[in-house]
């Protein structure tokens, strides 16, 4: 069974700064996905950045940068430039097809 | 493309009684999903359909809840004799069929009482 571990539930990041989330996952499968997910209050879920796991490359998607390590099963993602608009849950979820498997979360506070 | 959506948002229900959510996924999305969340946990997976067939449904979390996606289109999720541990919000997302992922409506809450 795929397991998903966050293990920060809250973190907190000053505006303008850098912040990087943990995830560490497990898998029996050979090809997955890995995506993050951002939940701000009251509001839907929100991609935020995938990486295909039989990519070497990690993922950038403007301000949000992955650092995927295969082996370890680890999926860190950082957030560069931090934005009030930042401050939300974070779910990482590993997934093949089919369906994904969510993390706790973490919640990110961002301090003006 | 209006997103997913979901209706109704907000289901206040007796404990006994039924329920039915609806899901709308993005029009050229071949695959649905369902998934529970409760209060300071992320989504769980329930189950999902590629076109009218469900492909998973061992997920689902007793023989209470159902889902159908008869033409390939939309979905509803049925609870019966709802309880209170069914409380919590119920998420539809969509894809296509080789992407990996999903986009998510903004989900129904259900309060049973």
């Known amino acids: 069974a795929q397991t998903v571990t966050q293990s920060q539930p809250e973190m907190s990041v000053q505006e303008a700064e850098t912040v990087t989330l943990s995830c560490t996952y497990d898998t029996s499968e050979s090809d997955y996905y890995l995506f993050w997910y951002k939940q701000p209050p009251s509001r839907q879920m929100i991609l935020v950045i995938r990486?295909?796991?039989?990519?070497?490359q990690n993922a950038t998607e403007n301000r949000f940068s992955v650092n995927f390590q295969k082996a370890a099963k680890s999926f860190s993602l950082k957030i560069s430039d931090s934005q009030l608009g930042d401050a939300a849950m974070y779910f990482c979820?590993?997934?093949?097809?089919?369906?994904?498997?969510f993390g706790k979360g973490t919640k990110l506070s961002v301090k003006p | 493309d209006t997103g997913v959506s979901q209706n109704p948002r907000h289901k206040i229900t007796k404990r006994g009684q039924n329920v039915t959510f609806r899901c709308d996924p993005i029009?050229?999305?071949?695959?649905l999903y369902w998934y529970r969340q409760t209060l300071g946990q992320g989504p769980e997976f329930l189950t999902y359909f590629q076109n009218e067939a469900q492909l998973e449904k061992s997920r689902l979390l007793s023989d209470r809840f159902s889902a159908e996606r008869p033409k390939g289109s939309f979905s509803t999720l049925e609870i019966q004799r709802t309880e209170q541990g069914d409380s919590a919000m119920y998420l539809c997302a969509s894809s296509l069929a080789g992407e990996g992922e999903q986009y998510f409506g903004p989900g129904t809450r259900l309060t049973v009482t």
């Open positions: 990486q295909e796991a039989y990519k070497q």
């Open positions: 979820a590993p997934g093949s097809q089919g369906n994904l498997i």
């Open positions: 029009s050229e999305h071949n695959r």
